[in-house]
C-alpha cells in the first residue's frame, strides 16, 4: 500500500474438502501475523495474533458468535507465531526476545510432547564405495599392451542363441488370490439366506471383507482402512456415548464384527450406512448415493468421492470424541 508492504487485515476461509468455496471473511483489525485451529472448541475456530500481542478467537462459518479477545504483556516485543496442542487445552506464543508465552485452560493440560517420532535417524550410508586397489606385487608382474583388441564373437550379428526361452512379463503383477473376483449369487433362493452363502470359496486370504452389493458402498475401502490402524481402533472400540446417530459408535461396532469374523467371510456394514444417511453433512458434501443425490453435488468419480469421504469421516470423529468429552468433564 503506497509502495510499502502492509498486513492484510482480513483472512478468508475456503473449504476444501469438496469443489474449494468461499466460506466466510475473519476480520482482523491489528493485522494476524499467525493464525492456528483450535481443537478444544466442539465448533469449528481459529485462534489469530497480531505482531502487538493481540489474541483473537474466532468462529469459522458464524459471524455472529461473538469474538474472544485478550491482549499478551509483551514487554515491548514483537510476536513472531503460535502454536496450539493437539486438545487445545494448552496455546504458546513466542516473540523476537525469545520468551515463550503459555496460556492453559486447567492446571494440569494434557500436552502429547513426542507428537513426531523419537526414533534416531538411520545413519547415512556412502553413495559409492571406495575404488578397490590392487596388490603391488600382482601390479608388477602383469603385462602391458598398447591397444586392446575385443574378441571375437561366438555368433552372427542380428542372430539369437538356438532354443532360447523367451519370459513374457505379466502386465500386472500382482498375485492371483489377491485378484478381484465376482460371486455369482443369482442361483441363491428363498431357502438360502446370506448366512449360509459360503463366501470362503471367492476368498483364500484370511481377512474378512465387506459386502459390496448394498447402496453407498464405495466407503468399504476407507473402513477397513480405518480398522487396522491400530491407535485409532483402540480409541474407536473404547468410545461410549448415548446419541440415537453415533458414526464413531457404528465404526467400533464394525471393527469389533471384523475382528471376531472367521477368516474368509464378510460382514455387511449396515448399521453404518443406516446412520452415514442420517448425518446432514455427508448429504451436503455429496457423499450419499440414491435417488434423492443432489446432481449438482454428486461426484461421479469413485476416486474423488472416496478420498472426500475419507476426509468428512476422520473429521467427524473428531467432533463426536470432543462432544463426548465436553459432555463428561
Same mark, same amino acid.
Given at each position: ?7 492484510d487485515?482480513?483472512?478468508k476461509?475456503?473449504?476444501?474438502r ?6 466466510? +471473511? ?8 499467525s493464525?492456528a485451529?483450535?481443537?478444544?472448541? %466442539? ?13 483473537q ?5 458464524n459471524p455472529?458468535?461473538?469474538p #474472544?479477545?485478550?491482549q499478551? *504483556? ?6 513472531w507465531?503460535q502454536?496450539v ?16 508465552h ?7 493440560p494434557?500436552?502429547?510432547v ?9 545413519e547415512?550410508?556412502?553413495? +559409492? ?7 603391488e606385487? /600382482?601390479?608388477?608382474?602383469?603385462l602391458?599392451?598398447? %591397444?586392446?583388441n ?5 555368433? =552372427?550379428?542380428n542372430?539369437?542363441l538356438?532354443?532360447?526361452k523367451?519370459? %513374457?512379463? =505379466?502386465? $500386472?503383477?500382482?498375485p492371483? &488370490?489377491y485378484?478381484?473376483? %465376482?460371486?455369482?449369487r443369482s ?16 476368498? =483364500?486370504?484370511?481377512?474378512?471383507? @465387506?459386502? $459390496?452389493d @448394498?447402496a $453407498?458402498c464405495?466407503v468399504?475401502p476407507? @473402513? +477397513?482402512? @480405518? $480398522?487396522?490402524?491400530p491407535?485409532l481402533r483402540?480409541? &474407536?472400540?473404547?468410545h461410549?456415548?448415548?446419541?440415537? #446417530?453415533? /458414526?464413531t459408535c457404528?465404526?467400533? #461396532?464394525?471393527?469389533?464384527? &471384523? ?9 455387511q ?12 453433512e455427508?448429504a ?7 435417488? *434423492? ?10 476416486i474423488?468421492?472416496?478420498q472426500a469421504f475419507?476426509?468428512?469421516i476422520?473429521?467427524? /470423529? ?6 463426548r468429552?465436553q459432555?463428561?468433564?
Amino acid at each position: 500500500r503506497a509502495g510499502q508492504v502492509v498486513i492484510d487485515q482480513f483472512i478468508k476461509v475456503f473449504d476444501v474438502r469438496y469443489n474449494a468455496r468461499l466460506l466466510n +471473511q475473519l476480520q482482523c483489525p491489528t493485522g494476524p501475523v499467525s493464525v492456528a485451529f483450535n481443537h478444544g472448541y %466442539e465448533s469449528p475456530t481459529v485462534s489469530i495474533v497480531s505482531a502487538t500481542g493481540s489474541v483473537q478467537t474466532l468462529h469459522l462459518t458464524n459471524p455472529a458468535v461473538a469474538p #474472544f479477545n485478550y491482549q499478551i *504483556d509483551t514487554h515491548g516485543a514483537t510476536i513472531w507465531g503460535q502454536s496450539v496442542s493437539s486438545t487445545g487445552e494448552l496455546v504458546a506464543f513466542n516473540d523476537d526476545s525469545g520468551w515463550v508465552h503459555m496460556y492453559c485452560s486447567n492446571e494440569d493440560p494434557y500436552v502429547n510432547v513426542e507428537s513426531f517420532s523419537t526414533a534416531p535417524v538411520d545413519e547415512g550410508i556412502l553413495a +559409492q564405495q571406495a575404488p578397490f586397489e590392487l596388490p603391488e606385487d /600382482l601390479l608388477d608382474c602383469g603385462l602391458t599392451a598398447e %591397444e586392446v583388441n575385443p574378441a571375437k564373437g561366438m555368433y =552372427k550379428s542380428n542372430s539369437s542363441l538356438h532354443g532360447a526361452k523367451v519370459i %513374457e512379463t =505379466k502386465k $500386472n503383477g500382482l498375485p492371483d &488370490i489377491y485378484s478381484r473376483v %465376482e460371486c455369482n449369487r443369482s442361483a441363491m433362493t428363498a431357502e438360502r439366506r446370506y448366512e449360509e452363502f459360503d463366501f470362503s470359496t471367492y476368498n =483364500k486370504t484370511r481377512l474378512p471383507g @465387506l459386502t $459390496n452389493d @448394498l447402496a $453407498n458402498c464405495y466407503v468399504n475401502p476407507v @473402513l +477397513q482402512l @480405518l $480398522n487396522f490402524v491400530p491407535e485409532l481402533r483402540c480409541k &474407536i472400540v473404547g468410545h461410549t456415548c448415548e446419541r440415537e #446417530f453415533c /458414526l464413531t459408535c457404528e465404526t467400533s #461396532f464394525l471393527s469389533h464384527m &471384523i475382528m471376531t469374523c472367521p477368516p474368509g467371510l464378510a460382514t455387511q456394514p449396515l448399521n453404518f450406512l443406516r446412520t452415514l444417511r442420517q448425518v446432514r453433512e455427508a448429504a451436503a458434501l455429496g457423499l450419499i448415493e440414491g435417488k *434423492d443425490e443432489l446432481e449438482a453435488r454428486a461426484d461421479h468419480s469413485p476416486i474423488r468421492r472416496i478420498q472426500a469421504f475419507l476426509r468428512f469421516i476422520l473429521e467427524q /470423529l473428531n467432533k463426536e470424541e470432543l462432544s463426548r468429552r465436553q459432555a463428561v468433564g
